[in-house]
T-cell receptor, first 110, second 115 residues
Framework: GQQLNQSPQSMFIQEGEDVSMNCTSS?????WLWYKQDPGEGPVLLIALYKAGELTSNGRLTAQFGITRKDSFLNISASIPSDVGIYFC??????????FGKGTKLSVKP | DTEVTQTPKHLVMGMTNKKSLKCEQHMGHRAMYWYKQKAKKPPELMFV???????INESVPSRFSPECPNSSLLNLHLHALQPEDSALYLC??????????????FGSGTRLTVV
């Protein structure tokens, strides 16, 4: 089945630093979505990408849909303590189902 | 209204109980989903409903029974569950599922504990 490789698995950074994480797959996806999840809550959509090559920003967040449709990255600039959480990439399948990466746990030190 | 509402937020049930999880959205989405998430793991797809018809069942045991009574509601009926079924159950909805589910939104989840 389709699988996503998300890296890094965890990150420990200083407040103010930039963060970069990415997802790769051997399969092509129609969409790439990036979510943030806090403990005990559902994933919250950060950025959605629908076209190969698309580069989209949402405040301090920037994400790109790889031109091959097999990868995506998410950058967070000037991290702040509330950025702490687990970030998931998700690839959109042909029937609307999402395939999730294993997540990147972000810790921010004030 | 841009939310997916799930009730209850927490549920504790015995292995012989019958309970239901409920999910509601008013965004006009015609695809709705159930996911199961274990601690420190990503969500895993269970069921997909497209235009109120079941389109994907990811080989889920029959003790989980989904129902989509109308385009805004999705239920998950639970019966004779096992302790290993304890997890966060997430509902999501999106616009028609092809290509890739535009506007994919998750609810806050139901934390289920089976005792």
């Amino acid at each position: 089945g389709q699988q996503l490789n998300q890296s890094p698995q965890s990150m420990f950074i200083q407040e103010g630093e930039d963060v970069s994480m990415n997802c790769t797959s051997s399969s092509i996806f129609n969409t790439w979505l990036w979510y943030k999840q806090d403990p005990g809550e559902g994933p919250v959509l950060l950025i959605a990408l629908y076209k190969a090559g698309e580069l989209t920003s949402n405040g301090r967040l920037t994400a790109q849909f790889g031109i091959t449709r097999k990868d995506s990255f998410l950058n967070i600039s000037a991290s702040i303590p509330s950025d702490v959480g687990i970030y998931f990439c998700a690839g959109g399948g042909s029937q609307g189902n999402l395939i999730f990466g294993k997540g990147t746990k972000l810790s921010v030190k004030p | 209204d841009t939310e997916v509402t799930q009730t209850p937020k927490h549920l504790v049930m015995g292995m012989t109980n019958k309970k239901s999880l409920k999910c509601e959205q008013h965004m006009g989405h015609r695809a709705m989903y159930w996911y199961k998430q274990k601690a420190k793991k990503p969500p895993e797809l269970m069921f997909v409903y497209s235009y109120e018809k079941l389109s994907i069942n990811e080989s889920v045991p029959s003790r989980f029974s989904p129902e989509c009574p109308n385009s805004s509601l999705l239920n998950l009926h639970l019966h004779a569950l096992q302790p290993e079924d304890s997890a966060l159950y997430l509902c999501a909805s999106s616009h028609p599922p092809y290509p890739g589910g535009y506007g994919y939104t998750f609810g806050s989840g139901t934390r289920l504990t089976v005792v």
